[in-house]
């Protein structure tokens, strides 16, 4: 594989008209919280909200005539699979899209309406890959790889090219790794324009592949990681030699760190960010003193996020900065107790979400009762001055949300 700069720049041409050119603008308050003159690339206002939509053109107008006709074939649970089947359908080009059969509905659904041909096989993607060899065998089609391509590099490549334009005095940009293909392709565009550019890669902790191939290093993979746009198992050895030459680091990132990055997105800026795009934004959170003072870009990849998931990451941020805190109080089964209690939280300034009032439970005394609150507070500080008021009053008060905290009870 020879991806040059001259293939991204003419994938670049190719693509004016073809996608959204994506705005990179500053983040004010994101600068603030981290004291680093902070960018980021919109990439989540692509038409199927992914940067993906960029390799999947330049590969499919790639094609010659014969294997448009014959058609495309992606194997894909989510947003390689839609810009697949979106920019085929453009092109008036058969496409084939396999899928795990775990596949959630949502994201079959949303292939499907671009017009793909969905064939549902296997649990995970590995499962898929004998269904999807045997169906290019049988149908002829093309495979669009989702990263190990020259096409598809020199696509995602752009990024980092309009990135560069937008702003020629970056310092350093931080880009999601997965299979590579984004970053590989932005880091050679972005170094050959700026060889002192700092190109750092963002990977999740628990799917370190790159970070590892990089160093020729066995690679342990696993679990569950809320940035499964980039929990790759295996990378090419075209993006890993790319990524190798024109990467400055990889830097990988925990779970609890990308949901605090999810949550940022939101609440500082207003936008949606899926896991993987946020990885980018976990790695400047979580090492502040590195880029102190730098210019700094942030690849926001995509923002398909299921609206379930992206409900609880909003409030897991909640409980992990005290805003919402949940506790349990025993009391004696008597008339005006809860009453009393509500009122105590009421003067403290507390926002009563819910409340569950138990007596049913035999490890609870015949003649007493549980009470479960989920209340609203200003921060941390507050929520523990709600705490020593009610035990000021003599109850005794269970952490629910602390670690540990609904074992201690029973």
Same mark, same amino acid.
Request: aromatic fraction near 6%.
């Given at each position: 594989?020879?991806?040059?700069?001259?293939?991204?720049?003419?994938?670049?041409?190719?693509? =004016?008209?073809?996608?959204?050119?994506?705005?990179?603008?500053?983040?004010?308050?994101?600068?603030?919280?981290?004291?680093?003159?902070?960018?980021? =690339?919109?990439?989540?206002?692509? &038409?199927?909200?992914?940067?993906?939509?960029?390799?999947? $053109?330049?590969?499919?107008?790639?094609?010659?005539?014969?294997? =448009?006709?014959?058609?495309?074939?992606?194997?894909?649970?989510?947003?390689?699979?839609?810009?697949?089947?979106?920019?085929?359908?453009?092109?008036?080009?058969?496409?084939?899209?396999?899928?795990?059969?775990?596949?959630?509905?949502?994201?079959?659904?949303?292939?499907?309406? $671009?017009?793909?041909?969905?064939?549902?096989?296997?649990?995970?993607?590995?499962?898929?890959?004998? &269904?999807?060899?045997?169906?290019?065998?049988?149908?002829?089609?093309?495979?669009?790889?989702?990263?190990?391509?020259?096409?598809?590099?020199? /696509?995602?490549?752009?990024?980092?090219?309009?990135?560069?334009?937008?702003?020629?005095?970056?310092?350093?940009?931080?880009?999601?790794?997965?299979?590579?293909?984004?970053?590989?392709?932005?880091?050679?565009?972005?170094?050959?324009?700026?060889?002192?550019?700092?190109?750092?890669?963002?990977?999740?902790?628990?799917?370190?592949?790159?970070?590892?191939?990089?160093?020729?290093?066995?690679?342990?993979?696993?679990?569950?990681?809320?940035?499964?746009?980039?929990?790759?198992?295996?990378?090419?050895?075209?993006?890993?030699?790319?990524?190798?030459?024109?990467?400055?680091?990889?830097?990988?990132?925990?779970?609890?760190?990308?949901?605090?990055?999810?949550?940022?997105?939101?609440?500082?800026?207003?936008?949606?960010?899926?896991?993987? /795009?946020?990885?980018?934004?976990?790695?400047?959170?979580?090492?502040?003193?590195?880029?102190?003072?730098?210019?700094?870009?942030?690849?926001?990849?995509?923002?398909?996020?299921?609206?379930?998931?992206?409900?609880?990451?909003?409030?897991?941020?909640?409980?992990?900065?005290?805003?919402?805190?949940?506790?349990?109080?025993?009391?004696?089964?008597?008339?005006?107790?809860?009453?009393?209690?509500?009122?105590?939280?009421?003067?403290?300034?507390?926002?009563?979400?819910?409340?569950?009032?138990?007596?049913?439970?035999?490890?609870?005394?015949?003649?007493?009762?549980?009470?479960?609150?989920?209340?609203?507070?200003?921060?941390?500080?507050?929520?523990?001055?709600?705490?020593?008021?009610?035990?000021?009053?003599?109850?005794?008060?269970?952490?629910?949300?602390?670690?540990?905290?609904?074992?201690?009870?029973?």
């Amino acid at each position: 594989m020879t991806v040059t700069f001259a293939d991204i720049e003419s994938a670049a041409a190719l693509l =004016k008209g073809q996608i959204i050119e994506t705005p990179t603008l500053l983040a004010p308050k994101l600068s603030r919280a981290t004291d680093a003159e902070v960018y980021v =690339k919109f990439e989540n206002l692509q &038409v199927t909200s992914s940067f993906k939509d960029r390799g999947a $053109y330049i590969k499919l107008q790639s094609l010659s005539d014969e294997q =448009k006709q014959k058609g495309v074939i992606a194997l894909s649970a989510g947003n390689h699979a839609q810009a697949v089947a979106y920019h085929a359908q453009r092109l008036s080009i058969p496409a084939t899209i396999v899928m795990p059969q775990t596949t959630p509905f949502t994201k079959v659904e949303q292939t499907r309406s $671009y017009g793909a041909t969905i064939a549902l096989a296997g649990e995970t993607l590995d499962d898929c890959r004998e &269904v999807c060899a045997q169906m290019i065998d049988e149908g002829g089609f093309t495979l669009v790889h989702p990263y190990d391509d020259d096409h598809i590099i020199a /696509g995602q490549g752009t990024v980092g090219l309009e990135m560069m334009q937008s702003q020629p005095d970056l310092e350093i940009i931080l880009g999601p790794i997965g299979g590579g293909g984004l970053m590989s392709g932005s880091a050679l565009a972005a170094k050959t324009i700026n060889p002192n550019i700092e190109m750092i890669g963002c990977e999740a902790a628990l799917y370190p592949s790159m970070f590892h191939a990089v160093k020729g290093e066995p690679v342990h993979c696993g679990g569950q990681t809320l940035a499964d746009g980039i929990a790759v198992k295996n990378v090419s050895q075209s993006t890993t030699a790319i990524c190798k030459e024109y990467l400055d680091d990889i830097i990988l990132v925990g779970e609890p760190a990308i949901e605090q990055a999810v949550d940022a997105y939101v609440s500082m800026l207003k936008t949606t960010a899926e896991g993987a /795009g946020a990885v980018p934004l976990a790695v400047l959170l979580t090492n502040r003193e590195r880029f102190v003072g730098r210019k700094v870009g942030l690849i926001l990849s995509g923002g398909n996020i299921d609206t379930r998931i992206l409900a609880s990451v909003l409030y897991r941020e909640l409980e992990r900065q005290q805003r919402i805190i949940n506790f349990r109080i025993q009391i004696d089964d008597r008339p005006g107790v809860l009453g009393r209690i509500a009122c105590l939280l009421g003067e403290a300034g507390a926002n009563i979400l819910e409340v569950a009032h138990s007596r049913m439970f035999l490890d609870v005394p015949a003649k007493g009762a549980e009470l479960d609150f989920m209340v609203e507070t200003r921060d941390a500080s507050h929520a523990e001055e709600i705490i020593a008021r009610i035990e000021a009053e003599g109850f005794k008060v269970f952490r629910l949300d602390a670690p540990g905290g609904r074992d201690a009870i029973r």
